[in-house]
């Protein structure tokens, strides 16, 4: 092997392996994160200087609830025990209300001996006090106590002027849990996250084909029955959730909880019911609801019946119920119905849909689409709500230009639905699809495109559009969306995809488009924001260091650390760190990762060190492979050839790989799984190993099931003859994809 010499090209500095760095004020600016609309440093009076905060400070005025939020996070950072220092003149943070500012806007006045906050309402002040927050030490974030508490007796804010607020009325964040389900304290962090970077809307995506997550006290198989899958399950495994019963869902204790702990934070939850497809956890709870027919309708998931029949009345009695139930819990003004990705075809097989069309004088099972949105828009008029929809429910020629369109494809969409007439807020999959990859050799879907945070931050909502004067009230504003089939494993995925390209999003919805600067935004992001969110407990994405061919590492921050491995290895929080030139003769086994605490990027190889063995081997299967993707790829090395199926693999199924010369090797790694995507592998099946001194295959130690990556890496021992995928279930019930061999 060559022998290499690895470098760091800057110098960096380590950072505690659990606790935040040492409070330290190096600048009398602030890093504020989304940027507000105008700040002006210093004072004209040159006797009023900076503010002192203390553990004297005294709060006047404000709501209750902002009060006590701001009191409970001061308490994270200053220290309250012992003698006060300041006890004859303590400052004073006063909160005043006006009627000069629109909803969400404020004014910050740091002068002396006071912090004067003005606002018209109480989402102004507690946005506000968001603002104040990034003013203090980043562990005001951090919810610890006792002695590991990091304490401080005082800290100085600069005089300055704040007048703030948002470009967009609505900046969300619509997040599903169906596909993956996601517990009540996970959601409450995840509300407290949203609300620090000012979001204000939390599109709550809560039944889907994979799971429905909502209790329905008159329907009690939808939790029972659609909440849950896996083997014996009426719904299927699915996204790698494995042969073992997987769900979960909200009472409607925990709806009403999570609904106020949102309020008091000046979110407002749309809750999402999908209707009339993607309804597959409803069909199998109440099979009654779907088509009578037995035709293999498939959705674009590949799902079959899981379209409700739109001529069945009694559907929409049910339907009723279930909003009925529903808008007592969820305040929003709007209820999000779906009306998105529909196979229409199914309702050509379905008698009652047919009679319908004939009744209505239809001609095209998309017009049943829009009644279909027409009849729910009025059972949701009944319990004082507007439909909200995905960009389908434009079909609809008699629906109130008050409901709202969530349009996901691009801009000429979002032009369509504006040009119907109604208001708009766009979650375009280009720039706002929070599931697409952060670069190719990322996890994550790529179908939109490849999305990172420069480009969310590149987007804006506004752009092509044509407008009259005194329209663009109608472009509410922007969300992301996070959907979660892919969020299942590693640990913190939803976070990693999330964070920081969120932090973008917001600052596109709050800051004047005029102040927007990616350098600056970066800038600030690297100095101080990342600690924030570290001090918050979100497991963000940093980026991975540059490694070349010749060693040479770049760390992309200098607030980060780079650490490595020797053995091939994943880099952990103990892995030493490069501070100089690493010499090894297996370049190949060098693994690399940034670091900033505890949280870790993706791991690196140094490029072309990895040698791989193509020796000439014969795959064999008794599945059936696709036309497009024959078993032949896997017998050419190349990493966009693999073998698709044309069926689901049922238990003993198999695909052997026989070498024509017994194999000497390091490593050999069995995957499937769509390289795209990452998903549609084995989920249940095991790998066998047949060496050159044995007549029969078998294993020689470790682990020899699939993992959750849908893969097996085993070291052998000897030199091989064939390795055999078994399949020990039938998995997701869906067709699979198997890759090349990959041997080191």
């Known amino acids: 092997m060559t022998r290499i010499k690895v470098f760091l090209l800057i110098t960096v500095f380590t950072l505690s392996l659990v606790q935040s760095p040492a409070f330290a004020q190096t600048s009398n600016t602030f890093d504020f994160v989304p940027q507000p609309a105008w700040v002006q440093y210093g004072n004209e009076h040159p006797l009023i200087g900076s503010f002192t905060l203390d553990k004297n400070v005294k709060i006047v005025g404000g709501d209750p609830f902002n009060v006590q939020y701001l009191q409970e996070h001061l308490h994270r950072v200053l220290d309250y025990s012992g003698d006060s220092w300041n006890p004859c003149s303590p400052g004073s943070i006063e909160f005043v209300r006006t009627k000069s500012f629109p909803e969400e806007g404020y004014a910050i006045e740091v002068a002396g ?329 990322e996890r994550g879907h790529s179908w939109a495109s490849i999305i990172d945070v420069e480009k969310v931050y590149s987007f804006d909502p506004m752009q092509g559009l044509e407008l009259k004067p005194g329209e663009e009230w109608k472009v509410k504003g922007l969300q992301g969306g996070l959907w979660t089939e892919l969020l299942y494993f590693p640990a913190h995925f939803s976070e990693y995809q999330l964070f920081p390209r969120l932090c973008a999003l917001a600052e596109v919805g709050w800051s004047p488009q005029e102040l927007r600067n990616y350098a600056d935004f970066d800038a600030r992001m690297a100095r101080t924001h990342f600690e924030r969110m570290w001090n918050m407990g979100i497991q963000f994405r940093i980026p991975a260091p540059e490694v070349d061919r010749n060693g040479q590492v770049r760390c992309p921050y200098p607030n980060m650390v780079v650490r490595y491995t020797f053995d091939g290895s994943e880099p952990t929080i103990s892995s030493p760190v490069v501070t100089g030139p690493v010499v090894t003769d297996h370049p190949e086994n060098l693994r690399f990762a940034t670091f900033f605490g505890d949280v870790k990027s993706m791991t690196v190889c140094v490029p072309g060190a990895q040698k791989y063995l193509t020796p000439a081997v014969h795959v064999e299967t008794s599945l059936e492979a696709n036309s497009r993707y024959p078993v032949e790829n896997l017998e050419q090395y190349e990493n966009d050839k693999y073998m698709r199926t044309a069926r689901a693999p049922q238990k003993g199924d198999y695909v052997l790989f026989t070498f024509d010369e017994p194999l000497e090797c390091h490593r050999i790694t069995v995957q499937t799984a769509d390289p795209k995507n990452n998903f549609y592998g084995i989920t249940d099946g095991h790998v066998e190993v047949l060496f050159a001194d044995s007549d029969r295959f078998g294993w020689n130690g470790g682990q020899d099931r699939f993992d959750m990556y849908n893969r097996v890496s085993f070291c052998p021992n000897r030199p091989v003859k064939a390795v055999k995928i078994v399949v020990d279930g039938p998995g997701e019930g869906k067709p699979v994809s198997i890759q090349h061999l990959i041997i080191e």
Request: with cysteine.
């Open 113 to 441: 001996r006071r912090i004067l906050i003005t606002s018209t309402t109480r989402a102004g002040e507690f946005y506000a006090i968001q603002t104040l927050l990034q003013m203090l030490p980043p562990q005001v974030y951090r919810k610890v106590s006792g002695p590991d508490a990091m304490l401080i007796r005082q800290w100085e804010i600069p005089a300055l002027t704040i007048v703030d607020q948002p470009r967009f009325a609505w900046r969300g964040s619509m997040f599903d849990v169906s596909r993956t389900f996601f517990d009540k304290e996970y959601i409450l962090r995840h509300l407290d996250w949203l609300a620090y970077h000012k979001i204000n809307k939390f599109h709550w995506h809560l039944t889907d084909d994979n799971g429905w997550r909502v209790e329905i006290k008159k329907y009690p198989k939808l939790t029972s029955v659609g909440a849950w899958r896996g083997y014996g399950e009426a719904l299927q495994p699915s996204f790698n959730s494995g042969k073992e019963r997987y769900g979960g869902f909200y009472t409607q204790e925990d709806l009403k909880e999570i609904v106020a702990y949102a309020a008091d934070r000046g979110i407002e939850i749309i809750p999402e019911v999908d209707l009339p497809g993607h309804s597959k956890a409803l069909a199998v709870s109440y099979p009654e609801v779907v088509c009578r027919h037995e035709a293999d309708v498939t959705s674009v998931q590949g799902e079959v019946h899981n379209v409700l029949c739109v001529g069945r009345e009694k559907n929409y009695v049910m339907l009723e119920n279930i909003i009925k139930e529903l808008a007592a819990i969820f305040p929003s003004k709007y209820f999000h119905v779906g009306v998105e990705e529909v196979a229409t075809e199914s309702w050509k097989h379905c008698p009652d849909c047919q009679a319908l069309m004939k009744k209505l004088g239809y001609t095209d099972e998309k017009q049943l689409l829009g009644y279909f949105t027409e009849r729910m828009e009025k059972i949701l008029a009944k319990y004082g709500k507007t439909l909200e929809g995905w960009e389908d429910i434009v079909v609809g020629e008699n629906l109130s230009r008050n409901d709202l369109v969530l349009v996901w494809h691009r801009q000429d969409m979002l032009q369509k639905a504006l040009d119907a007439g109604f208001p708009v807020v766009t979650q375009n999959c280009d720039y706002l699809y929070f599931d697409m990859k952060q670069t190719p050799a």
